[in-house]
């Protein structure tokens, strides 16, 4: 999983994931109190905190584009009044919605999902939440090697090869992840597991935390000028 990679490998990943999740929900409320031009600041200053963490602005476009792409889709039937009322609303929606979700990516890339699980403090919940998850990046993962090695046998070649090979792909995916799950139980089981899972993880203190602070500040502060002007 390509997100789960990028979110252990920046400048934000060791920093305690409690004001990260603060910055990125109070800015996704606010974008619903921002005007267009600030919404689209909200993006632009989401692109910079992912530049100023190095993480890889073609990894960020590549699920970035695909969800503006979906919410532009949804946002069509806005339009089909085509008077100016509903154009400016269509409008605001779109833009609110990508600036929004803009802030969410942002958590996503830079908060391991081990860590806004950790937050949940009831056991039981947070345990089977942590071992779900678990269950489907194995998954994923076996459905991608199973896809590279069928593409390298040209099995999605035409159409007979291609549903024969979705056959084995459903088949052999569902099989080996029950396989690897096993093992995973095995492993946790060697290692004196005991029905709970302790997650343990040392967070620095790092000043890169208070620069989306700042820059939420400041937006607020263009949004409060911008009404007033």
């Known amino acids: 999983m390509i997100a789960e990679k990028i979110s252990y490998d920046n400048r934000f990943s060791n920093i305690h994931p409690l004001p990260k999740i603060i910055f990125s929900f109070s800015l996704l409320f606010l974008t619903f109190w921002f005007s267009n031009i600030v919404n689209l600041l909200v993006i632009a200053s989401i692109f910079l905190l992912c530049f100023l963490g190095k993480i890889k602005i073609t990894d960020f476009l590549k699920f970035f584009l695909v969800i503006v792409l979906f919410i532009f889709l949804s946002s069509l039937t806005l339009f089909f009044?085509?008077?100016s009322l509903t154009i400016q609303r269509g409008l605001k929606v779109f833009v609110r919605s990508v600036a929004g979700t803009s802030c969410i990516l942002f958590l996503i890339f830079t908060t391991p999902v081990v860590d806004i699980i950790s937050f949940i403090h009831f056991r039981m919940l947070k345990d089977l939440i942590f071992l779900i998850y678990r269950a489907?990046?194995?998954?994923?993962?076996?459905v991608e090697q199973m896809i590279t090695a069928q593409t390298a046998r040209f099995g999605y070649s035409n159409f007979r090869n291609t549903i024969n090979s979705m056959k084995y792909l459903m088949y052999g995916a569902f099989s080996r992840s029950i396989k690897y799950s096993e093992e995973s139980y095995?492993?946790?089981s060697s290692r004196n597991y005991n029905g709970t899972i302790e997650i343990l993880k040392?967070?620095?203190l790092n000043l890169y935390i208070l620069i989306p602070f700042v820059v939420e500040i400041v937006l607020i502060a263009l949004e409060v000028f911008y009404v007033k002007a």
């Open 81 to 83: 009044d085509f008077s």
């Open 136 to 142: 489907i990046y194995i998954l994923l993962k076996v």
């Open 186 to 188: 095995m492993g946790l």
């Open 202 to 204: 040392e967070y620095r």
